[in-house]
């Protein structure tokens, strides 16, 4: 889904990036409700996830590949304001240091990838949640159906824009059946990822997922030989690993995905590439301008071991991404902590 230089004409790529720039500074804002000192840590790590779990592209269909997005996913375990900060850290890192997805398409990958999924699957995980019992299994439940809902709708909102700004002139209609159908797909692959992290987390610290505040589990009693919930009054979910062992297992987790796991990775084209090819988007695609840099297609230059190459690629993007992310969302929870300090209060 990363769309590089040349698919899309200069007006509507500046257009996307004005509304990249407008949300990312909404999100900022809205980011400091979001996070506190618990929650903040979290948030760097899962961007480094979301770019460890991006390099394990997974075959779909027809020699086609997919990977994750991570919004509906970062979404649930941080906020949607946060989400969005978190998948455009990731969207940056890999445009400057690995030349994937264009610079000028920038604003348009993070309006599509960081903005569209986690709009999407976050009001659809609010819907569900609204509708189904208040317990761990609806959160895992709706958080798999947002993300499978996300992918499709990123796939939609690509093509929308390729209607406006699209430097070829080819079939939309052709364009929009072949994007959904094999986003449909990866979807697939994205809500099971989405699913069984959420689950992972909320099984050991449901206090840290944000889609899952307010959580709780009902006492029970045993009456006459039968557990039966109590009225009143209700007793929070309790923890089952400190924050600093999920940090550290996340972190480790991170770099071994895309140190070691991701060169068994597919290397098929990605849908994006896949239907560009087929369809003759890619007519125009321009070089990127950082093709020639040190990390450039998630390689170490003048590294010949292939698996070496790809493997230090990988550990130096979890590492630069989580120190990048982890900057700025600490940054954020000082600036909200000078907000509510007596000082600012007028008290």
Not at 49 to 58: G, S
Not at 177 to 206: C, D, F, S, Y
Not at 209 to 219: F, I, K, N, S, T
Not at 296 to 320: E, F, M, P, Q, T
Request: charged share 15%; with cysteine.
């Amino acid at each position: 889904m990363h769309v590089p230089d040349g698919f899309i004409d200069a007006p509507t790529s500046a257009v996307t990036a004005v509304v990249a720039a407008g949300a990312l500074a909404v999100s900022l804002r809205g980011a400091r409700r979001e996070l506190d000192e618990r929650t903040a840590p979290l948030a760097g790590l899962v961007a480094a996830f979301i770019f460890a779990v991006q390099m394990l592209n997974f075959p779909v269909a027809a020699g086609t590949s997919g990977h994750l997005l991570g919004g509906a996913l970062a979404a649930i375990l941080v906020g949607p304001y946060t989400a969005v900060l978190c998948v455009s850290v990731v969207l940056l890192m890999q445009g400057v240091l690995f030349a994937d997805g264009g610079l000028t398409a920038l604003g348009v990958n993070i309006t599509d990838m960081a903005i569209v999924t986690t709009v999407v699957s976050y009001a659809v995980f609010r819907v569900l949640l609204a509708v189904l019992p208040r317990k761990r299994r609806s959160v895992t439940v709706a958080s798999f159906v947002a993300a499978l809902v996300s992918v499709p709708a990123a796939a939609v909102a690509f093509t929308l824009i390729y209607a406006i700004g699209g430097t070829t002139d080819v079939s939309l209609g052709k364009v929009a059946t072949a994007m959904i159908g094999v986003h449909v797909l990866i979807g697939i692959g994205e809500a099971v990822i989405t699913a069984l992290t959420v689950g992972a987390v909320i099984a050991v610290r449901p206090d840290l997922v944000y889609g899952a505040r307010g959580l709780r589990q009902r006492l029970q009693l045993r009456v006459n030989g039968a557990l039966v919930d109590a009225p009143a009054p209700t007793a929070p979910v309790a923890a089952r690993t400190s924050r600093r062992t999920l940090w550290v297992t996340g972190l480790v987790t991170s770099l071994v995905l895309a140190g070691f796991v991701s060169f068994y990775a597919s290397a098929n084209p990605d849908g994006l590439e896949k239907v560009a090819h087929d369809q003759g988007i890619d007519k125009k695609a321009k070089e990127h301008a950082g093709a020639g840099s040190p990390l450039a297609d998630y390689g170490v230059k003048d590294v010949s071991d292939a698996r070496l190459s790809g493997g230090l690629a990988g550990v130096i993007g979890v590492g630069v991404t989580v120190v990048a992310g982890s900057a700025v969302f600490w940054a954020l929870r000082r600036r909200r902590s000078d907000d509510v300090s007596p000082v600012n209060t007028g008290v």
